[in-house]
RNA sequence: GGGGCUGUAGCUCAGUUUGGUUAGAGUGCCGGUCUGUCACACCGGAGGUCGCGGGUUCGAGUCCCGUCAGCCCCGCCA
C-alpha cells in the first residue's frame, strides 16, 4: 500500500505501509507520524487502546526521515480531527506492529520545510541532493518529467518513428559550442568528443533508410552555463526523411499535444502559428518574440525624421532607422525609470534611448523636439498613441536598435504588468542562412552548414550570401526558444557553395564532414527535423526558472557536482596510461 | 574572461551603514511535561573558525586587499 493513497475505501481494513518519518507530533500519551513515500502523506496514530506498549515506546525515539514499515488499521478520524488540507485528511492508521527498518542521523537540511520558511541554500541543496529531491516539490517535477518523456515516445512511436540510439564517443566537429574531450589510451594524443547533439549521424540515419528517427538524446557542451544551460541536457531529438516543413512542424506538434495532454490534462492550441525571422526582428526586435507582450515595434522613422532632431536625423543619415515602441500607461512610470530606460538600451548595446510622454497638455521628455502638430497626429492616429501613454525610441542601425527594443519591450511590460496570460507558441521561420561573424565580418552559418538555403541557385548564393534565407526553424515558447531546426541540405552543388561561402577548403571540408558528404553521395533522401530541449519545456510545465530544479543531479554554474565532487583530480598513473601530462603540474613528474 | 549579489549556530536570517563589554532571533537538536495533534503546545539546555588568508587599528563579524564557494547576468553557447 502506498501512504498517498490510503482514503476512506480502505476504512476498516488491516494494510502495511513503509515510507520514511515526514514529521513527528508527540502528544505524551497519543502519538501521531506522517509517513511519507512517493505518493504522498498519511497520519500514523500511535494510542494506548490501539498500539502495544512497546510500539508506543518505540515511537516516542523515532527521528525525522527515519524508514518505518507498520502494519494498521485504516480509521477515519474523529471529525473535529479531519485535516481538509491532506489528500489523506479524512482517514488515519491505526498502528499495531512497526519495525525501523533504518533510522537517520540529524538532518544537514531538512525534507519536511515548515511553510513559509525559506529552502536552504542552493549550495546546500546541491551538496545533500538526496535529501533535496525528497521534498514533494522536487519529486512533483520528475514525475512530470517522466509522464511527459513517456508520452513523447508514445506519441513519436505512434506516428511510425524509430528510436536509434548514437554514440556518446564521436568526433570532434569545429563547429559550434566547445567539446568535452576524452582522451584515448590505445591512441595516445588522439581524442574522442562526447555528442554536443547527434546532428550528424541522425543524418546519416536518413540515409540509412530510417526515414522517421527519433532519440531522447543527451546532449554535452563545454561552455559557461546560466538557470536555463547545464553542461548535460535531453534533447528530444527528430528527424524524418521525404518531408518539408508542415510534416515537421506537424509531428513536433502531435508530440507536444500528446505531451501536455497526459501530463497535464491540457489541450494547446495546434497548428502554431508561424512567423518569419524578419518579422520577429521587426517587430519585436528578437529572433524569439514574447508574445504575451503584445506591444510591437514601429518604424518611426518616416514620421519624426527630417524634423531638425540631430539623434535622428543623424541616424537616418548613416543609414539607420528610428524605431520605437508605444508603451500604453507608460506615462505613470518616473522620472528615474525614465532615465533607467536610456541605461537599459545601452547596455543592450545601443547609444541609448528616447521617450516621450504624451499628456493632454502635449509632448514632454528628450524627444519632444522631434514631434510637431504633424508628427504627433500621426502618432496618434496611426499608432495609437494617446495621453498618458509613453513612447520609447532608438535611433541607428538595426542591429543596434533591434536588441534594444527587444529589451525594453519586455522590461516594461514585466514592469507595467501587461504581459497577458497563457502559453504562446510560435514557429519562427526563414531565418538567414549566414550570419557574419561579429569580429571579422566573415559569413558564418547561423543554424548549422547543412540547412537547405529557400529558392537560390548556387551562383547566387556565392554572389551575394547575406540575402539567402534559409529553411530554418525555431520553436518559441513564449519567449523562450524550445526547438530548433532545419529542412536540410541534400543538393551537393548548394552544399559546395554553403562550405565555399563558409571559407573551406576542400581540405578542410573532407576532415571534418568528409562521411557525411561521402554519405550523401550515395543516395541521399530530402529530410529534415528538429531537437526539442526537454529540460526546459519540461521547466515550464512545473513553472519554475532553473533547469537545476527538473535534472536530478545538476551541476552548479561553476560545472561542479558538489554531491559526487565532480571533476576531481586523478592519479599520475591514469594520465601516464593516456599519454598525458598536466602543463602546470611541479613535482617529479614535472619537466 | 568580465560585472553584480551572497557567505554569521545543523538550517533560515538579524547584526556590517557609524569598529568598542559576554555575537542574537526563529527553527532544528538534546532533556522534561502533555490522550486528538496536524508548522502540536509548554519548560529547560547544548550549540559559533562571523567562508578562508593577509592588512589597518589599542581593538575587526563590522574598514582595506587578496582568495574560495554559491547564485544572477554579459561574453560564450542553438
Not at 515510507?19 to 497519543?30: N, Q
Not at 525515539?61 to 488540507?85: C, F, H, K, T, Y
Not at 501536455?260 to 494547446?268: E, N, Q, S
Not at 531565418?431 to 529558392?455: C, I, K, Q, R, Y
Amino acid at each position: 500500500m502506498a501512504c498517498g493513497r490510503v482514503d476512506g475505501d480502505w476504512t476498516g481494513r488491516s494494510v502495511q505501509l513503509a515510507g520514511w518519518v515526514h514529521r513527528r507530533r508527540d502528544k505524551g500519551g497519543v502519538k501521531f507520524i506522517l509517513l511519507r513515500d512517493r505518493t504522498g502523506l498519511v497520519q500514523l496514530a500511535f494510542e494506548p487502546e490501539h498500539t502495544p506498549q512497546r510500539v508506543m515506546e518505540a515511537a516516542s525515539s523515532l527521528n525525522p526521515e527515519d524508514v518505518l514499515w507498520i502494519r494498521g488499521d485504516v480509521e477515519s478520524r474523529p471529525p473535529e480531527a479531519v485535516n481538509p488540507d491532506m489528500p489523506t485528511g479524512a482517514v488515519e492508521i491505526r498502528v499495531r506492529e512497526m519495525e525501523v527498518l533504518a533510522s537517520s542521523d540529524p538532518l544537514p537540511i531538512l525534507v519536511a520545510i515548515p511553510p513559509g520558511e525559506d529552502l536552504p541554500s542552493e549550495e546546500l541543496r546541491l551538496r545533500h541532493r538526496v535529501l533535496d529531491l525528497r521534498r514533494p516539490e522536487l519529486q512533483r517535477n520528475f514525475v512530470v518529467r517522466h509522464l511527459a518523456t513517456n508520452a513523447a515516445r508514445a506519441a513519436l512511436a505512434r506516428q511510425g518513428f524509430l528510436e536509434v540510439e548514437t554514440p556518446f564517443l564521436t568526433r570532434r566537429t569545429p563547429e559550434g559550442a566547445r567539446d568535452y574531450l576524452v582522451p584515448s589510451r590505445i591512441h595516445h594524443g588522439e581524442f574522442y568528443a562526447l555528442p554536443q547533439s547527434p546532428q550528424l549521424y541522425k543524418q546519416l540515419l536518413m540515409v540509412s533508410g530510417f526515414d522517421r528517427y527519433f532519440q531522447i538524446a543527451r546532449c554535452l557542451r563545454d561552455e559557461d552555463l546560466r538557470a536555463d544551460r547545464q553542461p548535460e541536457f535531453t534533447q528530444i531529438d527528430v528527424e524524418m526523411a521525404f518531408v518539408g516543413e508542415d510534416d515537421v512542424f506537424a509531428a513536433c506538434e502531435q508530440m507536444l499535444v500528446d505531451m501536455y495532454a497526459v501530463t497535464l490534462d491540457r489541450a494547446i492550441p495546434v497548428p502554431f502559428p508561424r512567423m518569419s525571422w524578419a518579422e520577429a526582428m521587426e517587430s519585436y526586435g528578437t529572433d524569439k518574440p514574447d508574445l504575451r507582450i503584445e506591444w510591437r515595434i514601429h518604424d518611426l522613422s518616416e514620421v519624426l525624421g527630417g524634423r531638425g532632431f540631430g539623434i535622428i536625423d543623424g541616424a537616418l543619415a548613416d543609414g539607420g532607422r528610428a524605431r520605437g515602441i508605444v508603451v500604453p500607461g507608460g506615462g505613470s512610470l518616473s522620472r528615474s525609470r525614465l532615465d533607467a530606460i536610456n541605461d537599459m538600451a545601452r547596455a543592450a548595446g545601443a547609444r541609448g534611448a528616447l521617450w516621450l510622454k504624451c499628456t493632454d497638455d502635449g509632448y514632454s521628455g528628450p524627444a519632444a523636439r522631434a514631434v510637431d502638430e504633424t508628427a504627433g497626429a500621426r502618432l496618434q492616429a496611426e499608432y495609437g498613441l494617446s495621453a498618458g501613454d509613453l513612447l520609447v525610441l532608438v535611433a541607428g542601425p538595426d542591429s543596434e536598435s533591434s536588441p534594444a527594443l527587444d529589451v525594453l519591450r519586455r522590461q516594461l511590460g514585466t514592469e507595467l504588468g501587461a504581459a497577458g496570460e497563457g502559453e504562446h507558441w510560435i514557429w519562427v521561420t526563414d531565418f538567414p542562412l549566414f550570419e557574419a561573424d561579429p569580429e571579422t565580418g566573415a559569413p558564418a552559418a547561423s543554424h548549422h552548414p547543412f540547412t537547405m538555403p529557400v529558392d537560390v541557385t548556387a551562383a547566387e548564393l556565392l554572389a551575394e550570401p547575406f540575402a539567402v534565407r534559409s529553411r530554418a526553424y525555431d520553436l518559441v515558447l513564449n519567449g523562450t526558444e524550445l526547438a530548433s531546426g532545419s529542412i536540410r541540405c541534400h543538393v551537393p552543388e548548394l552544399q559546395r557553395a554553403i562550405l565555399e561561402v563558409l571559407g573551406m577548403t576542400a581540405e578542410q571540408v573532407d576532415a571534418r564532414f568528409g562521411f557525411l558528404l561521402e554519405a550523401f553521395r550515395y543516395g541521399v533522401p530530402p529530410h529534415g527535423g528538429f531537437a526539442l530541449g526537454l529540460d526546459r519545456l519540461i521547466a515550464m510545465m512545473v513553472g519554475v526558472s532553473s533547469l537545476r530544479d527538473v535534472i536530478a543531479f545538476p551541476k552548479t554554474t561553476a560545472a561542479r557536482g558538489l554531491m559526487e565532487g565532480a571533476p576531481s583530480a586523478v592519479e599520475a598513473d591514469l594520465l601516464a596510461d593516456l599519454g598525458l601530462r598536466l602543463a602546470d603540474a611541479g613535482g617529479a613528474d614535472g619537466d
